[in-house]
C-alpha cells in the first residue's frame, strides 16, 4: 500500500490487447487511485478492452512503423513523463527464426528507448515476460531442456530472442 507521502505509482503496459497485458490492466485497475494514479495502456489495436476506468489512457500505435520519437510523442500526451513502472508484453509471432529475433527484440528496444526518453528517472521498475521458448519447445524435442522445465536449464542451441533482451 502507498503511503500518504509517497506518490502514486504510474503503469505503462505494451502489449495491452494481449492475454497478458489486458490481464495486467484488470489487475492494475482493481487497485486504489492512491496506488496506481494512471494506467497508459499501449497496442497497435484499438483497445479490447472493455474496462470503464479514467485512469487508463490507451495509445493506439504500430511500434514496428513508428520512430522512437514518434511513439514518445504519444506518450507525452497521456502525461508520459509521470511513468514509474513499465510493463512489456508485446510480441509477434514469426515462423522465420531470424525475423521472429529481430522484430521482437525491436519491439521491446522500441518501447525502453521510448519509455526512457519520456520518463527517463522516474522508471523504478521494467518488467519483461517470458515463456516457455526459453526452454526450447518452439524447436522441437531435439533441442528442448529435460522434462520438467527448471530455471536452472542451459540455454538451447540457436537464436532466441529472449537471450537479447
Not at 500500500?1 to 509517497?6: D, R
Not at 502525461?79 to 508484453?89: A, E, L, P, V
Not at 525491436?106 to 515463456?131: P, R
Request: with cysteine.
Amino acid at each position: 500500500m502507498t503511503s500518504s507521502t509517497t506518490p502514486a505509482k504510474v503503469a505503462c503496459v505494451w502489449g495491452a490487447n494481449g492475454i497478458s497485458g489486458m490481464a495486467m490492466i484488470e489487475i492494475l485497475a482493481q487497485q486504489s487511485r492512491s496506488e496506481w494514479s494512471k494506467i497508459i495502456s499501449i497496442s497497435r489495436r484499438p483497445m479490447l478492452s472493455d474496462i470503464e476506468d479514467d485512469r487508463i489512457h490507451f495509445i493506439s500505435i504500430d511500434i514496428m512503423k513508428a520512430s522512437v520519437d514518434e511513439i514518445a510523442s504519444e506518450l507525452i500526451k497521456v502525461d508520459g513523463h509521470t511513468i514509474t513502472h513499465m510493463f512489456h508484453y508485446t510480441y509477434i509471432e514469426k515462423m522465420d527464426e531470424n525475423e521472429l529475433d529481430e522484430v521482437n527484440k525491436t519491439l521491446l528496444q522500441k518501447a525502453l528507448d521510448a519509455t526512457e526518453k519520456v520518463a527517463g528517472k522516474n522508471v523504478q521498475c521494467i518488467s519483461l515476460q517470458t515463456g516457455y521458448k526459453y526452454y526450447g519447445v518452439h524447436k522441437g524435442p531435439k533441442y528442448m531442456a529435460p522434462i520438467p522445465f527448471s530455471e536452472e536449464a542451459s540455454r538451447h542451441e540457436g537464436l532466441n530472442f529472449y537471450y537479447i533482451q
